[in-house]
């Protein structure tokens, strides 16, 4: 095929190259991921964790993802990227919510919180206003070896797919996978859609790939392949090469499955292992810029791969510090254009720490949370049960201001949201030490709020 070609999508709106200056990227948070859960007991007796000076890989952006693109384009361009999975809204020009209801006891509370809005302004313009310019510099990020997934419905593949081969070049394209799921529908009026595309470009011929296999039908188990084709032909023990349709991974339909974490959109662990065996090796870089409950990193924590998440939903992130805590994640760092705290109007109140020496070294603080209080709530709500409202909270044993290092971090166990949570904590610290210590908490609606206090042990 010859590499010109001048037939391409045109808007009104087309910008050929998006120029903006670098936006200032702060660090938020490091977490060193500790995660202490209820059943443990409340009075549990930690050593000080200590970071290890090893770089953070694993990075979390919070804010919109053209910035950290950007960013990483003119102020880091020695840092590449072997694969790109992206699942960015599809135009559906409708909001997401997630609802979940809470409590402990008796009380339940049912509670709407907001993940991310599929809306447009200028409808089809201004979402591929959106897209072209983060996939031109998704292109820029890939390395020589990289690969991109772009996972969307039917909605505006169609549209992708013809943008794609303009930034990547028809060439480059690999496959057009089928992922296929059930589920219920009630459309009388046409087929039920259930599937979804995902558009494989790569970034030059050199791509990574590595095959993968399904299992063989019972058919051809049980008569073979050399009765059909000859002495020549045997079957493989990893089973058959796969094609570019799959309908061995279905969507997470189970509300109370552990893998839900109640994020509209949330795609199957296994779907994306798949993909990242296919085109990543151990220690690659890969990234999601739509991370929502940050399924990919989980993954490649499983699967010995580095990852970059962005998104720009607080849902999001507290989602996925969720799950990367709940799945003792390795250490990761949140970035981002502000400080990270966007709760006015929440109420945290901090138990006074009770201090202990335990030998001549050593002092036992008790220390923890008296009361929290969301802005979304009236203040004169019943606040007897103000902890049902806490998703979990973290302590950095040693606040420096400009980041919070969080050393621990507190959760329920197996009901996310229906287990009473542990409100106070027995640490074990140095003694003859002027600190600060402070926590965070998280709640259900995503706000987050610290408050510090200092201690001498
Ligand atoms: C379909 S969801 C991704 C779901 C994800 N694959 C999962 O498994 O949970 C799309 C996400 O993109 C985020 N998003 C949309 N536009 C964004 C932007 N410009 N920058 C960063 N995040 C964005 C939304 O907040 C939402 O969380």
């Known amino acids: 095929m010859g590499n010109y070609r001048s037939a391409r999508l045109v808007w009104d709106s087309k910008i050929e190259e998006m120029q903006q200056p670098i936006s200032s990227i702060q660090a938020i948070q490091r977490m060193t991921v500790n995660p202490i859960f209820e059943n443990q007991g409340y009075y549990e007796q930690l050593e000080v964790p200590v970071l290890g000076d090893e770089k953070i890989e694993n990075i979390f952006y919070y804010g919109d993802n053209y910035d950290l693109l950007n960013y990483i384009v003119k102020a880091e361009p020695e840092k590449k990227i072997d694969l790109i999975y992206i699942d960015p809204p ?36 201004s979402y591929l206003d959106m897209m072209y310019t983060r996939l031109q510099l998704m292109k820029k990020v890939l390395s020589n070896e990289g690969s991109i997934f772009v996972h969307v419905d039917w909605h505006v593949s169609h549209y992708l797919r013809v943008l794609l081969d303009e930034i990547f070049g028809p060439d480059n394209f690999i496959n057009e996978i089928a992922w296929c ?38 058919g051809t188990i049980k008569r073979g392949l050399t009765n059909v084709k000859g002495d020549r032909y045997k079957l493989h023990e990893e089973g058959a090469l796969m094609q570019d349709w799959w309908v061995d991974i279905n969507k997470i339909l189970s509300p109370t499955a552990y893998e839900n974490l109640k994020f509209p959109t949330q795609k199957p662990k296994e779907l994306l292992a798949r993909l990242i065996a296919a085109a990543s090796r151990p220690g690659s870089l890969v990234a999601d810029f739509f991370a929502g409950s940050g399924t990919l990193a989980e993954v490649c924590n499983e699967m010995g791969r580095n990852w970059v998440l962005a998104d720009a939903s607080s849902l999001a992130l507290q989602t996925s510090c969720y799950r990367l805590i709940r799945s003792r994640s390795k250490p990761f760092k949140i970035i981002g254009a502000n400080n990270g705290e966007d709760a006015p109007g929440c109420e945290l109140v901090l138990k006074q720490p ?51 290092n969080s050393h621990y971090q507190v959760l329920r166990n197996k009901q996310r949201f229906k287990e009473p949570i542990a409100l106070d904590l027995l640490i074990r610290l140095e003694s003859g030490q002027d600190i600060k210590i402070a926590i965070k908490v998280w709640d259900v609606w995503a706000n987050q709020t610290i408050s510090v206090i200092p201690i001498k042990t």
Do not use: C
């Open 90 to 125: 599809y135009m559906t020009e409708l909001d997401y919510h997630s609802s979940i209801s809470i409590g402990a006891y008796s009380d339940i509370k049912y509670i709407k919180r907001t993940a991310f809005q599929d809306r447009w302004p200028r409808g089809l313009d």
């Open 181 to 218: 799921f059930g589920g219920g529908s009630s459309s009388r009026r046409y087929f039920h859609r259930k599937h979804d595309l995902i558009l494989w470009y790569a970034r030059s011929p050199e791509y990574i790939y590595n095959p993968q296999y399904r299992p063989y039908t019972q």
């Open 354 to 404: 009770l201090l202990k020496p335990v030998d001549d070294n050593h002092t036992l603080v008790d220390l923890g949370i008296d009361f929290y209080w969301p802005a979304q709530l009236p203040a004169q709500g019943d606040r007897r049960d103000f902890a049902d409202y806490i998703e979990f909270w973290e302590i950095d044993l040693d606040f420096q201001e400009h980041i919070f």
